[in-house]
């Protein structure tokens, strides 16, 4: 049984806080919209009109995030082309290393998309080495090098410079922004959030298993396949 995942009005207060304190500093750094959509497609599997879109909205060192992805995943597996997935990224400001390890991923989907999932996989699965107890005495350049090496050892060895590279980028701390305004700008507030065809799911926060996903996406497939049933011909 998943534990609730519940919101303390001073969590709240304190992320709308640093909201309008990030968007103050960065207004002037930054264009907005981006010249792309943001977010990850799963596996490139880049849906059409015709396709059920997921919108999951992650933070990579959230116990949560990490609980929710194995039941989506293998919802993903059954309903294949019929679904398709987006993942954003929310870095939560009560979480200490949730951005770098935000940046980290904007960094290895810039170098081959094909390491994004691999690398958030990685952080769930070993998230506790970025908790904020674990790194409260290190430096913000320590916590970096051993992100770097963390990373490079998910996708290989020899991108070991180009991560180090990429967080002296500008371009990717303002893709790491972008996904945060991003997610503020869609009234997200905590991970994960889901929203399904650009509608929210209850429950924000709280991880959803198997069966929920199958609750939620089987009436909608079948709904689908019985407007290509029902489609009238004209002559």
């Not at 609730?4 to 304190?21: A, G, K």
């Not at 509608?199 to 609750?215: E, I, K, M, N, T």
Request: net charge positive; proline share 6%; aromatic share 14%.
């Amino acid at each position: 049984m998943h534990r609730q995942h519940r919101f303390t009005l001073t969590q709240v207060l304190s992320f709308i806080l640093f909201v309008v304190n990030l968007s103050i500093l960065t207004a002037q750094a930054q264009n907005l919209p981006p010249a792309r959509y943001d977010g990850f497609v799963y596996e490139n599997r880049q849906g059409d009109l015709d396709s059920i879109l997921i919108e999951a909205f992650f933070d990579p060192v959230c116990p949560d995030s990490r609980d929710s992805w194995p039941p989506l995943k293998e919802a993903l597996k059954h309903y294949g082309s019929r679904v398709w997935l987006v993942v954003h990224l929310l870095p939560l400001p009560y979480h200490d290393n949730a951005y770098v390890t935000s940046r980290a991923l904007h960094i290895a989907n810039t170098l081959n998309s094909s390491f994004t999932f691999p690398l958030l996989e990685q952080f769930f699965k070993h998230q506790e080495k970025f908790y904020n107890a674990k790194t409260i005495n290190l430096s913000k350049t320590s916590i970096v090098k051993e992100i770097v090496k963390f990373a490079t050892v998910a996708v290989g060895n020899s991108y070991s410079s180009a991560f180090e590279s990429g967080f002296n980028d500008r371009k990717t701390d303002l893709k790491t922004r972008v996904s945060f305004k991003y997610s503020t700008s869609r009234g997200v507030f905590g991970t994960p959030f889901f929203f399904v065809n650009g509608f929210v799911l209850p429950d924000a926060g709280s991880p959803l298993d198997y069966h929920g996903w199958r609750g939620i996406i089987d009436p909608l497939v079948g709904a689908k396949s019985s407007q290509r049933i029902n489609v009238p011909h004209f002559i």
